[in-house]
C-alpha cells in the first residue's frame, strides 16, 4: 500500500490562503496523477485538482477554478495545492489521491480512477 504524506491543514478566514503538499514514496507517485479531493460533513467526497506526471497537465473543479493552483515536482514526487480566496464553503477534509496511471481526461476527476489516499487534513475557513 502506498502511502501518501499530507501536511497540516489549518483555520483560515476567509480570503485567506493555504498551501497543501502530499508526498508520495511509492510507484504511484512516481509515475501516475497525483490529486486532492474533499469531503465536507454530510456531502459526498468531491473532485478538487489533479495533475499528470508526463504532461503536467492539470484538471480543476469549477467551484475551485481561478483560486486553486495545483503544481507538483517529480523529484520530489509531491504535489502541492495553492489556495487562494478561500471561502466558508472550501470548509473540509482535504484528501491527497494518486494512481500508477496517468490518466486520460475524462477519468482524473473520478474518485474510482484513484487506488491510493492519505489519511486526510482539515480545512476550516472561517472568521
Known amino acids: 500500500q502506498v502511502q501518501l504524506v499530507e501536511s497540516a491543514g489549518g483555520l483560515v478566514q476567509p480570503g485567506g490562503s493555504l498551501r497543501l503538499s502530499c508526498e508520495g514514496p511509492?510507484?504511484?507517485?512516481?509515475?501516475?496523477?497525483m490529486g486532492w479531493f474533499r469531503q465536507a460533513p454530510g456531502k459526498e467526497r468531491e473532485f478538487v485538482a489533479t495533475i499528470r506526471r508526463g504532461d503536467f497537465k492539470t484538471l480543476y473543479a469549477d467551484s475551485v477554478k481561478g483560486r486553486f493552483t495545483l503544481s507538483r515536482d517529480n523529484v520530489k514526487n509531491a504535489v502541492y495545492l495553492q489556495m487562494n480566496g478561500l471561502k466558508p464553503e472550501d470548509t473540509a477534509t482535504y484528501y491527497c489521491?494518486?494512481?500508477?496511471?496517468?490518466?486520460?481526461?475524462?477519468?482524473?476527476?473520478?474518485?474510482?480512477?484513484?487506488?491510493?489516499w492519505g489519511q486526510g487534513t482539515q480545512v476550516t475557513v472561517s472568521s
Open positions: 511509492g510507484r504511484a507517485s512516481r509515475s501516475g496523477t
Open positions: 489521491a494518486a494512481t500508477g496511471s496517468n490518466l486520460i481526461f475524462s477519468q482524473m476527476g473520478r474518485k474510482e480512477s484513484y487506488d491510493h
